[in-house]
């Protein structure tokens, strides 16, 4: 009699498809036959850590002992990695630092040896292993009626399996580039970027996304000097007398820089249960408060933590802590606060000591995934205007280098930020270049001529429509990801003011449309009627923005495909 295995694809090798094979092949069982469809030749690495997202000027923003566990450490393999990689990027085992930020395209490689080890160990346990490399899936075909998922690969055809993971990881649409000249819808891959610009380059965002940009630019137009007191410094070549960077940022803020944290792992272990969220679901009407989870997965940790900053804010509400979190950041100069939040993150980073302040806020950035989708309309609303805002801001944790490059563009005068309002606009030019439309502080419409812009405004969180598997569209194995008004009363009242993203059911029931797809907390898919697909699930970030605000690199990575184990098993 034939042997029958558990046949599972994951489509994506990079870190979501790295943890997600890890899980199957320490699950303990010997009767999977596991298939990997990576759409480059190098698995591991992804977008972030391969040249599709990284140069070498371009270095992660977490360390060795912040990266949650593989199967060797960074410093391990250090120790065995081939030496044209370490030369590559002058690391040694002696000069390595557990705590010091790498290279991105340095953690690409060992992510991708991490790849290696775990096929070796696949091999040993009995689980049968298809890789097939520069593969790319093209569409994805459900079939309850059999039991299966079929995967359609170009020049592969198609195949079917039992369970199917989608892990396709970062996706940065189109819509003007290569339309409009000088006109970039993302910084990525950042090798389009190595351009010599005796100009004025317009840049949107003032996130990791954007400062991955502007370190490529300004190599590309005059040299970072060290100076004897171990200072940097910034001058342009005799070619770009004129380049200069207009960072666009909403409000005039720039991003927290990195510091020491005292827990290296996002988790969710010290914060609400499983049984405490289903126990005021039920006393909730299926909701779970905003302030509820603020309450007691912020603020009651410092009763313990710190006493003194817990006096400060127990009686602040959401708005009254952001508004006092903001304030100060509002009333300085940006590049006065960045200098000063320099100082005290290389102060943490030496004395080995938190901002605790910010390392719950990551904390609760990450917590919120889960309860995320029992959320009402009203308080998702508060989450993306309120909170995030801040929260984006502050635990971006720009490495110190990124940092001290940034300050020395400032001092150089080539890099400025230009404060600009929400209903800021970017008009594309049809002969080049773009229009940059806002309001500035105070009040006065402006408007700029860009020759060059790029839109770093990080990962977009992308429609229901976008997603690229059609077929799980037409048959509505998926559905659009939305959220219940709790009062009938604002819903209608935000539906009758016009608000597209918010619709009826004919039942008096409103609800907001939210970015992606409709997941469970086990990652699984759903359709229309809220039905859980036991064969589909997704780690793809991009998709399930709606339910799943928060993405935090690996840790989510980890979090994510332990929930989708447990549920497959």
């Not at 006096?311 to 009333?331: A, P, Q, T």
């Not at 990450?366 to 801001?393: C, G, H, T, W």
């Not at 770093?456 to 219940?484: M, N």
Request: a negative charge; one cysteine or more; hydrophobic letters at 35%.
């Amino acid at each position: 009699m034939a042997e029958l295995r558990r046949r599972i694809a994951i489509l994506g090798g990079g870190p979501a498809g790295l943890f997600m094979f890890k899980r199957l092949i320490e699950s303990g069982r010997d009767d999977l036959e596991i298939s990997i469809f990576e759409r480059k030749s190098q698995l591991g690495s992804g977008m972030p850590y391969s040249k599709e997202g990284a140069n070498e000027e371009h270095i992660t923003n977490v360390s060795d002992n912040e990266i949650p566990a593989l199967v060797s450490s960074i410093e391990e393999w250090v120790n065995n990695a081939p030496s044209e990689i370490l030369e590559t990027y002058n690391i040694t085992p002696e000069n390595f630092n557990e705590f010091k930020v790498l290279p991105r395209l340095f953690f690409g490689q060992y992510l991708s040896a991490q790849f290696e080890l775990l096929l070796n160990n696949a091999k040993r346990t009995g689980i049968r292993t298809h890789l097939h490399l520069n593969s790319n899936v093209v569409d994805i075909i459900d079939h309850p009626e059999l039991n299966e998922v079929w995967v359609d690969v170009a020049e592969l055809g198609i195949s079917a399996f039992d369970r199917v993971i989608i892990c396709t990881g970062h996706n940065w649409p189109r819509f003007n580039e290569g339309k409009i000249e000088g006109y970039f819808d993302s910084p990525y891959p950042p090798s389009k970027l190595e351009l010599k610009l005796n100009h004025p380059i317009a840049i949107k965002g003032s996130s990791l996304t954007a400062i991955d940009a502007i370190r490529t630019l300004a190599r590309h137009n005059g040299e970072f000097v060290k100076e004897k007191n171990g200072e940097i410094s910034y001058c342009r070549s005799e070619n770009s007398p004129k380049f200069k960077l207009a960072m666009h940022s909403l409000d005039g803020l720039l991003p927290g820089i990195r510091f020491h944290l005292e827990d290296t792992h996002l988790s969710n272990d010290s914060l609400l249960t499983p049984e405490e969220i289903m126990k005021y679901k039920e006393d909730n009407d299926g909701f779970i408060s905003l302030d509820f989870v603020f309450e007691k997965n912020f603020k009651e940790i410092f009763l313990k933590k710190d006493p003194d900053f817990y006096d400060k804010i127990k009686k602040m509400n959401i708005e009254e802590f952001v508004g006092s979190m903001m304030d100060l950041r509002e009333r300085l100069d940006p590049f006065t606060l960045f200098r000063a939040e320099y100082a005290e993150a290389e102060k943490s980073i030496k004395r080995r000591e938190s901002v605790y302040w910010k390392e719950m806020l990551a904390e609760l950035s990450f917590a919120m995934n889960y309860p995320a989708k029992y959320l009402s309309a009203e308080d998702m609303l508060r989450l993306v205007k309120v909170l995030m805002p801040l929260i984006a801001i502050v635990i971006a944790f720009v490495p110190q280098n990124s940092a001290r490059e940034m300050l020395a563009l400032c001092d150089a005068g080539v890099l400025e930020l230009i404060p600009v309002d929400k209903d800021s606009e970017v008009i594309p030019d049809k002969k080049g270049g773009i229009s940059y439309k806002y309001k500035d502080e105070s009040g006065e419409f402006r408007s700029t001529y860009y020759k060059t812009f790029i839109n770093c405004i990080g990962q977009p969180r992308l429609s229901y429509e976008q997603f690229p598997f059609k077929s799980l569209i037409r048959s509505k194995t998926i559905s659009p990801a939305h959220i219940r008004f709790r009062s009938p009363t604002e819903g209608q009242a935000a539906f009758d003011k016009g608000n597209k993203e918010v619709e009826a059911d004919g039942n008096g029931n409103y609800y907001l449309k939210v970015p992606g797809i409709t997941i469970n907390d086990n990652f699984q898919v759903a359709d229309q009627y809220s039905a859980y697909n036991k064969r589909l699930y997704i780690m793809a970030v991009p998709y399930i923005g709606g339910y799943n605000p928060d993405y935090s690199g690996l840790d989510f990575c980890e979090e994510a495909s332990q929930r989708i184990i447990h549920s497959i098993f």
